[in-house]
């Protein structure tokens, strides 16, 4: 397949979903197909390489911290099949995301999305822009759990983190990651737990940041690199109960 680039302009295409959830792909490709047969993915093809993703990418910078509440801004992201079919998905502008270490609670919201550039191709054939980041997180074993027009759960079981120095962290989550997409409210929720939040916070530590000339990861050396990492077992923590409201 020849690679290319296409820039989405319109929330009709629904590749918020597909960049920040990594299993929306089929949603994406089949709303790509009804305009255009894009370099060969109709609306077959590309449903079953959504149900078949294998590895998920984002590139995140992170800004600061404030009490218990870090932000962080999502740079770009990149999924890839079964099949080595690949996206790279770069927004208008990097998106904001808050995480609350006292809560476990991510937020990332989707209002500057539009209009941005996705790229199609062999996952050989595409390179993650990884100058000013702070890590690359790969999100991997994903199952999708509920899915509704505007509306999607998903979860993870393995997160990867690559950081500037070229150490690879892997590590099997005992308790799945759940995520939550809202499209209406153009934002995504990650609900963590205390010892997922202590993973994120250990292996973000460093606050070293990938140098302004940095250049771009190759796609499949991501995947490499988390395959080859040593992998760390992360127990499911309890959150602490929030009391309801008086």
Known sequence: MQGGKIVITS?????????????????????????TDYRGWDKDRGSRMGHAMKDAYMTIAVDGMSGSTATFSVMNMAMVGKEDKAVLITPASPLTGTYNTSADMGYISTANFMPATMTVDNASSISVPVAGASAVLGMHD????????????????????ALPDGTVKDYKLDKPVRVTYEKDRKMV??????????????ALAG?????????????????????????ESVGYEKPAYVAPPA
């Open 207 to 231: 606050g070293a940041t990938f140098p302004s000339g940095a250049p771009a990861m190759p796609l499949t050396g991501l995947q490499q690199q988390a395959k080859s990492a040593s992998t």
């Open 11 to 35: 929330f009709a295409v629904i590749a918020v979903i597909a960049i920040l959830l990594a299993t929306a792909f089929p949603a994406w490709a089949q709303d790509a197909a009804t305009t």
């Open 189 to 202: 929720v990650i609900d963590g737990y205390p010892s997922y939040t202590k993973l994120l916070s250990d």
């Open 142 to 161: 994903w199952k999708v759990l509920t899915k509704e027009k505007g509306f999607m759960v998903s979860q993870f079981r393995r997160l990867s983190v």
